[in-house]
Each structure stands twice: as structure tokens, then as C-alpha cells.
């Protein structure tokens, strides 16, 4: 596709239920981001993934929180036994090359956990 | 640890000139990004300094000094669809392999008014 895409864009669950996020980069970017974003702050880095490899997990919050890329493209971000405070906007982002400081973000995904 | 600070708003009128500056403490750097960010919508790429100095993109210009850990974002003829917020987003080391790990702060909500 043309951008980043996510889905879904909004998901409501109950506390204590296992929720998945998916990413669909843009076709031919190496590398992929997962953000986490709360109102009226700016994105909070979870994990990247260059290629189908893990680099950077140092940002996800407990072990709740896993995510893969498989195949080096579409990525899942999974968060289990869900509790009120993952409420939020998940972004996922996307970027060509690994130096240039630009990340191309979807419209998100937002997570209300009742 | 690691600190950003910019300020937290800033109003201004059509025609007008900003600048957004943005000071930072991290363990490691490798170059500063700036994003723009719409109410409602995802995070866009504007500029990134990797070396000191003046970048200019149109009407944006980005700033990098690292001996002072400081940048600014200058925003000049301001327009209304300037009205966002905007990002620092210092670049950092990752855990195991080149990649853009970016951190954000909290973020600097511009006003335009006519």
C-alpha cells in the first residue's frame, strides 16, 4: 500500500482479555517501529524490527507485551491479560533506511480496555 | 537517565515566525528529528539534523548545536494550517543494530491565529 497501515484502528475489550495489533509496512522498508501514545503526549518507543529480527525490545512495558515480524514485513504487536492502563493509540512506523531519523507512522490503532 | 524539554505551547499570528527549541539529555545520540502532528492524525517527519548546523526545508528550518545538547524548529510565514504540535525526537544508539530509535517529549502545541 501507499503508507503504513493498521488495524484495527479502534478495538474496546475487557480487562484480562488478550488483544493483537497488526502493522502492514510500507512494501520494501527494512525496518519497523512500534509506538505507544497517550493523549496530549508525544509517541513512547516499545520495539523495533529490522527485517524479521528483534533489535530493540527495551521499551515494552512488562511481559505482557510481546511482538513479532515473521516474515520481515506485517508485524503483530500482542498484549495479554489486558489491563486498564494499556489503554491508549498503538502506532506502528516504518522507515527505508536505518540512519536518516525518518519513521512514516499509520493512523494507529486505539486500545480502550473496560 | 534522559530528559527533553520544549516548551509546552506557543501562540502566534498568520505571517509570524517560531522557533521551537528543544534541549536534551540522552544516553547517546546520533542526531535530532522533528515531527508535526496534527489533532487526530499521525505523526509526519519534517527535518532531521544528524551534524551541527542550519537545515532548510521551505518554510521549516531545524538547527542542531550537540555541544549544547540543543536544537530549535523555526517555523516561518505562518499559516493556519501550521496550527500542531511538534516533536523533538533525538535519535538514539539502539540495543543491537543501526536503526532510527527516536525518542519523544512531550511536545510543543503551536496556535496560529489570523
Known amino acids: 500500500g501507499a503508507g503504513v497501515s493498521q488495524s484495527p484502528r479502534y478495538k474496546v475489550t475487557k480487562r484480562g482479555q488478550d488483544v493483537a495489533l497488526r502493522c502492514d509496512p510500507i512494501s520494501g522498508h527494512v525496518s519497523l517501529y512500534w509506538y505507544r501514545q497517550a493523549l496530549g503526549q508525544g509517541p513512547e518507543f516499545l520495539t523495533y524490527f529490522n527485517y524479521e529480527a528483534q533489535q530493540d525490545k527495551s521499551g515494552l512495558p512488562n511481559d505482557r507485551f510481546s511482538a513479532e515480524r515473521p516474515e520481515g514485513s506485517i508485524s503483530t504487536l500482542t498484549i495479554q491479560r489486558t489491563e486498564q492502563r494499556d489503554s491508549a493509540m498503538y502506532r506502528c512506523?516504518?522507515?527505508?533506511?536505518?540512519?536518516?531519523?525518518?519513521?512514516?507512522f499509520g493512523e494507529g490503532s486505539r486500545l480502550t480496555v473496560l | 537517565g534522559q530528559s527533553l524539554e520544549q516548551p509546552s505551547e506557543v501562540t502566534a499570528v498568520e505571517g509570524a515566525i517560531v522557533q521551537i527549541n528543544c534541549t536534551y539529555q540522552t544516553s547517546g545520540f546520533y542526531g535530532l528529528s522533528w515531527y508535526q502532528q496534527h489533532d487526530g492524525g499521525a505523526p509526519t517527519f519534517l527535518s532531521y539534523n544528524a551534524l551541527d548546523g542550519l537545515e532548510e526545508t521551505g518554510r521549516f528550518s531545524s538547527f542542531l548545536s550537540r555541544s549544547d545538547s540543543y536544537g530549535y524548529l523555526l517555523l516561518q510565514e505562518l499559516q493556519m494550517k501550521d496550527s500542531a504540535s511538534y516533536f523533538c525526537?533525538?535519535?538514539?544508539?539502539?540495543?543491537?543494530?543501526?536503526?532510527?530509535?527516536?525518542?519523544f517529549g512531550g511536545g510543543t502545541r503551536v496556535l496560529v491565529k489570523p
Open positions: 525526537a533525538p535519535r538514539l544508539p539502539p540495543i543491537k543494530a543501526a536503526g532510527n530509535k527516536l525518542t
Open positions: 512506523a516504518s522507515s527505508k533506511s536505518q540512519d536518516t531519523g525518518e519513521l512514516f
